[in-house]
């Protein structure tokens, strides 16, 4: 019998063998010590395990807590009956309710631009970026993909098809030579990254700007943290400080952290009509059966309502004075900055123990290590959000400083007491 023939993997774009080999160490740590697969009820801000412990979460992503705001969830309630049905399961370009049209003639005039809806960010991008490396989504051009070090999963994940269509490299994070090297020596280069990074910071939106006028390069953002928890009505970092208001810029944005209700919106500007038919037909899940169902469209409406109205305004003021105040106490790489997340320093030996301490003192911060972060930079992530009170930001700054953070040089709390 003849000898079977083996598979070596070529790596090229992933590493199962790593990213769980490594990861999973830590993953399982994580649930060992209590803090991840935490499952709970949650009132008033705070979630109740069934042993009755308590803990205020200070890892998630509403930013302006319009998850919970009243009438988000009377938009969805509202939408169910309107529209009397949850999720009608048909591609779109097939068959139709109202539904999503009417939810992004609402983003198109919130965001100025042309609005595609999607179930999720990761859908978003998995169907867009090939279309970008084929040339069908741009200027007929296979640009040279270029993906930033730290794209995020759902963008880097594409890589693979991308390379179907064109070739794929990956850059340093934020590598503004590299991107010049590469735009002069390609006819064209499409930047894969981050606007606003899930581990804190925004991209040099302005200085890719240059790049792009100077060579014509496209730019794919996912926006996704920054929507609705800055600008003017939310728009969010990168289309309040991108000049380049064109077919050069595409950028994808989930509806489900600042914006408090769900799916994501794409929003393109300068591209023909026709494109939106592209789209819907062959960007991938975005031409399946995969769309927002009603509950999640009526959320979303609701709350472009209120990104009209001068409570938005309040919300994003809350939200900036609670960061204030959580650097005043605490010293992280983000501070000074407007951005909400704030990863706070630990070694990869002590995170999970000290996530552990944290969450026994009444406060959820998420460990974050390989594969989320590179080796040696894990940290607690912290996100400030509007509706946390003072007394909780103070005492949980005071609780990480005893895990072992290092305080703000002008103020160090005093430890808390239980």
Known sequence: MSERKTITPTHRYRNNDKLIGVGNTFWNLSEEHGVAGIVGDLSDGVFR???????????????????????????????????????????????????????????????????????????????????????????????LMVFDKNAHVSMANAKPNCADETEVVTCRHHDLDYLEDMCRTYERVCYVVDGSDSLGGYAPVEELAVLQDKYNMLVFYDDSHSLSAYGERGIGYVRSHCPVRDDRTITVATLSKGFGAGGTAILLDGFPKETRRIIERFAGPLGYSQKMNAAAVGAALASAEIHRTEELTRLQGRLRS??????????????????????????????????????????????VFFPIVARGTAGLRVMLRAGQTEEQITRLCSVLVEAGARPAAAARPEPVTR
């Open 49 to 143: 395990m069934a042993d009755g412990h308590e803990f205020v979460n200070f890892t998630v992503c509403s930013y302006l807590d319009l998850d919970t705001h009243p009438k988000v969830i009377d938009g969805a309630v509202d939408a169910l009956r309107r529209f009397g049905v949850l999720d009608h399961c048909i591609p779109r370009t097939r068959v139709q309710t109202s539904v999503l049209l009417e939810l992004e003639e609402s983003l198109g005039e919130l965001f100025d631009a042309m609005v595609i809806s999607a179930i999720s960010t990761a859908a978003a991008s998995t169907g867009l970026l090939p279309l970008i490396a084929s040339g069908h989504l741009g200027n007929g051009t296979r640009p």
């Open 322 to 367: 609670n960061i204030a105040l959580f650097d005043s106490l605490l010293a992280t790489e983000q501070s000074g900055s407007t951005y909400p997340i704030r990863v706070v320093p630990m070694s990869d030996e002590t995170v999970v123990e000290a996530a552990q301490r944290v969450f026994a003192a009444g406060f959820y911060t998420s460990p």
